[in-house]
C-alpha cells in the first residue's frame, strides 16, 4: 500500500517538475520476473522509472547501502522496494536477494554503470548486471533516460525491447571476465541504441 501512494506522490511530482514522457510501454513485458537495466544520471532515476511502469510493477531497485544509514530514510526505501549494495567490496547478500527476487517473478532495476554520471554521457559498465541476468536467464528491459533533468523541461524516458543474455561458456577465470565484460557492452549497447543522442550518430 505504501508503495503505491509513494508512486503515485512521485508520478504527480515528477509530472509537474519535468514533465516526464515514456516512450516504448509496450515493450514492457507482461509476464514477469525481468531486469530492468538503465543509465544513470541523476538519484531521480529509480523514481522516475518506477513512475513510468504500471503500477502492477513493483521494481526492487539496489541501493547503495550510505542511503540506508538514516532509520527513517531506510524505512521508507524498503517499503519502496529498495535494498542495500556495499559498492565498495563484492556484497553477495545482495546478489543473493536479487537472486531470490527473480525467483519470486519480481522485477529487478540495476545500474550497470554503478553510480550516477556527472556528465550525462554513458560510463564503462561493472559486470553485476550482466552476471545476474545471465546466471538468472531473465529477460533484460533496457531502458534509457535522456536529462538533464530540469524544471519544466520534458524528460524522455525510452523503453527497449526485451533480450536475454547467452549462457556463459568458458574454461578459465580469465574467459569469464572476458565474457561478462562483452556482455556488459551488449547491455550499454542496447541502452545507447535508445538515447536520440547516440542513435543519430
Known amino acids: 500500500m505504501l508503495y503505491q501512494i509513494v508512486r503515485l506522490f512521485f508520478m504527480i511530482i515528477l509530472k509537474m517538475l519535468y514533465r516526464v514522457k515514456v516512450h516504448g510501454r509496450e515493450n514492457i513485458p507482461g509476464r514477469k520476473p525481468f531486469i530492468i537495466c538503465s543509465n544513470h544520471i541523476s538519484w531521480w532515476d529509480p523514481v522516475a522509472i518506477g513512475a513510468a511502469f504500471p503500477g502492477s510493477y513493483r521494481i526492487h531497485f539496489m541501493a547503495k547501502k550510505e542511503l540506508f544509514s538514516n532509520f527513517i530514510f531506510s524505512y521508507l526505501l524498503r517499503k519502496a522496494c529498495a535494498f542495500p549494495l556495499n559498492r565498495k567490496d563484492a556484497d553477495y547478500a545482495a546478489i543473493r536477494k536479487a537472486y531470490q527476487l527473480l525467483e519470486d517473478r519480481q522485477v529487478l532495476g ?92
Open 110 to 201: 540495476l545500474f550497470p554503470e554503478g553510480s550516477r554520471s556527472k556528465s550525462g554521457k554513458l560510463q564503462k559498465p561493472y559486470n553485476g548486471a550482466a552476471l545476474i541476468a545471465v546466471r538468472s536467464g531473465v529477460p533484460v528491459l533496457p531502458v534509457a533516460i535522456n536529462g538533464p533533468y530540469r524544471l519544466f523541461k520534458p524528460l524522455h524516458l525510452f523503453i527497449g525491447p526485451p533480450f536475454v543474455l547467452p549462457p556463459l561458456n568458458y574454461n578459465q577465470k580469465e574467459g569469464k571476465k572476458a565474457q561478462l565484460e562483452k556482455m556488459s557492452h551488449h547491455i550499454m549497447g542496447h541502452i545507447k541504441d535508445l538515447l536520440p543522442e547516440y542513435s543519430k550518430n
